[in-house]
C-alpha cells in the first residue's frame, strides 16, 4: 500500500442542496492542492462566462482539504497525474483511512 492523498468534492445545487461529488486523488499533498486549485479557477472561469457572473444553479467545490489515504499499487499507477477516481474512503479501527477504488 501507498500513500495518496484525496480531496473531496460537494456539488450544490439551488433547490436541493448539497451532495457528494467524488472525489480526486494525487501522490502528494502539494501536487493535490494545485490540481484543486487549478480545477476550481477553470470552473469558476467557465461559470462566469456561461452565467454573466451569476451564481450558477449548480456548481463543485472542494470539501475541505486534502487527506493521506492508503491506496493500492494499481490505483497508485494511475496517479502519475492528479484524477477522479470512483472508490470511498474506508476508516478501519485503528484509524487508518484507506481509498477503495470501486468500478464505475
Same mark, same amino acid.
Given at each position: 500500500m501507498?500513500?495518496?492523498?484525496v480531496q473531496e468534492w460537494l456539488e450544490h445545487e439551488r433547490g436541493w442542496g448539497t451532495r457528494h461529488d467524488g472525489f480526486s486523488l494525487?501522490? %502528494?499533498? %502539494?501536487?493535490?492542492?494545485?490540481?484543486?486549485?487549478g480545477l476550481v479557477a477553470r470552473m469558476r472561469a467557465d461559470e462566469a462566462w456561461l452565467y454573466l457572473g451569476l451564481v450558477p444553479d449548480a456548481y463543485s467545490a472542494p470539501a475541505g482539504d486534502p487527506v493521506a489515504v492508503e491506496v493500492s499499487e494499481v490505483?497508485?499507477?494511475?496517479?502519475?497525474?492528479?484524477?477522479?477516481?470512483?472508490?470511498?474512503?474506508?476508516?478501519?479501527k485503528i484509524g487508518k483511512r484507506v481509498f477503495e477504488e470501486l468500478e464505475a
Open positions: 501507498r500513500v495518496a492523498y494525487a501522490r %502528494d499533498r %502539494d501536487e493535490s492542492r494545485r490540481h484543486t486549485a490505483t497508485w499507477e494511475k496517479l502519475a497525474e492528479p484524477r477522479f477516481l470512483n472508490g470511498r474512503i474506508i476508516e478501519t
